[in-house]
């Protein structure tokens, strides 16, 4: 063993901050993995150990994403790994948490008793940081707004053990990407894009809190075992092409639904042309494909990217042990896709769905087929998927071709910096200045219009308009809460060239703009650094470690308060099947989980289970009247809210169920979206098929996500039916369901209904819920 010592010094605008790090460690096996975090560690050996095992029982050659997964497995030696059926009881490594979702993350562990986390874990607040006027003034105004939730996030974080990084610190995923991720860490974040670590050759998945909790407490978590698909990445980037056009492309051949259940792992030789933060702006955005994560193997884009944020150990030690960090010659996809990336066109995704994929030279056409508005009311770049030091450089380039000419954007044009690092470096190196003088507003360093804080005044709601973005959704009225938005997902370069053309039908690559004086130019393709040649500059210190004790420290939660709740214990299972359940809600089409729990301004009550099911499936179709948010109460007959006629059916002991479509609960990791139904009385959600993280977490809060045996079956069920579950005495895994359809008209009719329930996930059933069964194992 030897003993060493690391100081790292990193400069601050008025001095400097200094960071201690001393262990004692195998140098050849582990190194303090971050300089917030002094005693936790990479243990690579641990990795090799297991890994080694399952290929030996295996016998065959493993895919990267199979190594890191099964390398981290509770019993390696006993584990049933089978692609796509078993169920993998896994110890990932850290856990991470943004402010919206760690307030309910964070009550489900206090009420489990325990008292610290048993892994390494983070609070970031990113979400509850409205866009208004800019970023001084808008994180300001958060502060003050969002006091008390930030006060029992920082108080919470400090007494269980938990890091806490403060409001304008910047979004989760960049800040994981910079501070915590390394190649073969499993890292589980409670935010869907949570994959974006990817791009740092880690296994990085959104789940929903409660599974947070399972792994705060040392609790082995579950995931059922994925199957990978293969990307072959040919050729190299160039020109307009970005590696946002990577997954844009890919979203336009698996739909948004086409991986679910499977990792994505990247591979072939166009790997090499594709920065650090370019893999992870793809792996980010795997999450509109329902995909479990994306992964890419370790290389010397990597190796760069971490000696530049200050971990050059960790560099080393990736670079020794490569051989776990890529995936195994001969290993086996279950499904190959190869690109070209020299063929690669630049693309744009949308309007109202992230997987309607279309070449940008083509939109202008395609719009004016479909009748989209041509006009760009306003482009907006940045957000977790696109907010890198690279991408700000490419847009600046553009924007300085403008300013050249005497141009400035047309349409309003919003940047929102992916950290503190970044923002304050790309104010040191005067990209920020020309994203201002080309007519840009710098947001804070926060998620803002990407998931709906945009207090946007320039349309009225209803009023159709376009909008261009470099985030990763556009469901609709996700950005601005107005369904006559439709909004494009492109890459930061393509959103900055339509802002100064202010029109759809620009293509950068043939078109010209026309300067102020008539003359007629083309923008060049767009350049920018990797990475900063001065290094980066952290900005403001930010972050708040937990103290060694935090026992004494006290959590308080005001009865009285409207952002915060306390929770109470959902009821268990009676004993016996479910009668006379009535539809809430027959939904019609996509119902994602903004449909189901709307964010925007709804954000603020993400700590206050009662108060936040006031928005239970009010962006939803209901298919008896095609409206939104209107359904019979079918106790009075007449028409109401979604959650009122909930409410009104828990007041008079009345239980629910909801009937859905294709890849119900599609998007964010949002656990909201299962506790809110369970809160209001609803017993099973019944659909054609889940979207993977939202069936969890409906099993996770004791409710019954079923599949018809027979997709047809969703046209038998009519919205005044009471529907009865049957079986749930014998409820085994891999044994369907039965549910008994009584119509008004005094006929009935029986269907099978499938569930993917484990003997562990049917015991949080009868428990209640997971939390309530946790808790029942520590008596």
Not at 271 to 298: K, L, Q, R, W, Y
Not at 711 to 728: E, T
Request: glycine content about 10%; some cysteine.
């Amino acid at each position: 063993m030897c003993i060493f010592r690391v100081w790292l010094f990193l400069a601050l605008g008025q001095g400097a901050r200094r960071f201690h790090v001393a262990a004692a460690l195998n140098a050849k096996a582990k190194v303090s993995m971050s300089r917030f975090e002094p005693n936790s560690y990479i243990n690579y050996d641990m990795l090799r150990s297991n890994i080694d095992i399952v290929r030996k029982r295996l016998n065959r050659p493993l895919t990267l994403s199979e190594k890191i997964v099964y390398g981290h497995l509770d019993d390696p030696a006993g584990q049933e790994i089978v692609r796509g059926r078993t169920y993998l009881r896994l110890r990932p490594d850290r856990v991470a948490m943004q402010d919206a979702t760690a307030q309910m993350a964070m009550l489900q562990f206090i009420s489990s008793g325990l008292p610290k986390v048993a892994v390494p874990s983070t609070i970031h607040c990113d979400h509850l940081i409205e866009a208004q006027i800019g970023g001084a003034q808008d994180l300001q105004r958060a502060k003050e707004v969002n006091h008390e939730v930030y006060n029992f996030l920082a108080s919470a974080g400090a007494k269980y053990g938990v890091g806490f990084w403060k409001p304008g610190s910047g979004i989760i995923h960049q800040i994981i990407l910079e501070n915590y991720a390394y190649p073969g860490v499993m890292l589980i974040g409670t935010d869907s894009h949570t994959p974006n670590g990817g791009g740092l050759g880690c296994i990085c998945i959104g789940v929903g809190g409660a599974d947070a909790v399972d792994v705060m407490a040392g609790i082995p978590w579950e995931l059922k075992c994925p199957n990978v698909i293969g990307v072959k990445l040919t050729g190299t980037l160039s020109g307009w092409t970005s590696p946002k056009d990577v997954i844009l492309k890919v979203a336009g051949i698996l739909t948004v639904k086409g991986g679910t259940g499977a990792i994505v792992e990247y591979h072939g030789p166009g790997v090499d042309s594709i920065s650090c933060t370019g893999m992870a702006t793809i792996c980010n955005m795997g999450a509109e494909i329902g995909a479990t994560t994306s992964v890419f193997p370790f290389n010397h884009r990597m190796k760069t990217y971490l000696e530049k944020t200050g971990r050059g150990e960790i560099a080393a030690l990736a670079n020794e042990n490569q051989d776990l960090l890529v995936p195994d010659s001969g290993c086996h996809y279950d499904q190959i896709i190869e690109i070209n990336l020299s063929e690669l066109k630049p693309h744009i995704n949308g309007p109202f769905t992230p997987d309607l994929a279309h070449p940008v030279s083509d939109i202008g056409s395609v719009a004016e087929k479909n009748g989209w508005p041509l006009d760009v009311k306003v482009g907006l770049i940045g957000s977790c998927t696109n907010s890198s030091y690279e991408d700000m450089g490419r847009a600046a380039s553009l924007a300085k071709q403008a300013l050249d000419k005497g141009l400035k954007c047309k349409a309003q044009f919003t940047v929102t910096p992916g950290s503190e690092q970044i923002r304050a470096t790309i104010e040191r190196d005067g990209y920020a200045k020309l994203l201002r003088d080309v007519g840009g507003v710098v947001l804070a360093n926060a998620c803002g219009p990407c998931i709906g804080q945009w207090d946007r005044r320039d349309v009225k709601k209803g009023e159709k308009n376009t909008i261009v973005t470099s985030f990763n959704r556009n469901f609709t009225a996700r950005n601005d809460a107005n369904p006559a938005t439709h909004a494009f997902v492109t890459s930061p370069e393509i959103v900055t060239a339509l802002a100064i053309a202010g029109t759809l039908k620009f293509n950068p690559e043939t078109d010209f703009l026309t300067a102020p004086n008539g003359e007629k130019f083309k923008l060049v393709p767009p350049t920018g650094d990797e990475l900063p040649a001065r290094d980066f500059d952290p900005g403001q210190d930010t972050y708040q470690h937990p103290p060694p004790d935090g026992s004494g420290l006290k959590v308080d939660v005001n009865p009285q308060s409207n952002r915060l709740q306390l929770l109470e214990p959902f009821d268990r299972w009676s004993g016996n099947d479910l009668e006379d359940l009535r539809v809430l809600i027959k939904v019609k089409g996509k119902c994602t989980t903004d449909h189901i729990s709307a964010a925007g301004p709804w954000l603020k009550f993400r700590g206050h289970l009662d108060n936040i099911s006031n928005n239970l499936l009010i962006g939803a179709v209901n298919i008896e009247n095609d409206a939104v948010n209107k359904i019979r109460n079918l106790l009075t007959g007449e028409f109401g809210g979604v959650p009122d006629v909930a409410r009104h059916y828990k007041k008079h002991n009345v239980s629910w169920v909801v009937v859905g479509d294709e890849n119900y609960g599609e998007g964010s990791s949002r656990e909201h979206a299962a506790l809110e139904p369970r809160h209001l009385g609803g017993r099973a959600i019944i659909v054609k098929s889940f979207a993977r993280i939202h069936e969890t977490n409906l099993k996770k809060q004791g409710l019954l996500p079923l599949t018809f045996s027979n997709p047809a079956d969703y046209d038998k069920i009519r919205p005044d039916d009471k529907i009865s579950i049957v079986g749930l005495k014998s409820f085994a895994p891999g044994k369907p369901l039965k549910a008994v359809i009584k119509h008004s008209d005094g006929s009935s009719e029986t269907i099978e209904l499938n569930h993917t329930f484990n003997e562990t996930q049917i015991e949080w059933f009868q428990a209640g819920s997971a939390l309530n069964r946790m808790k029942a194992l520590q008596k």
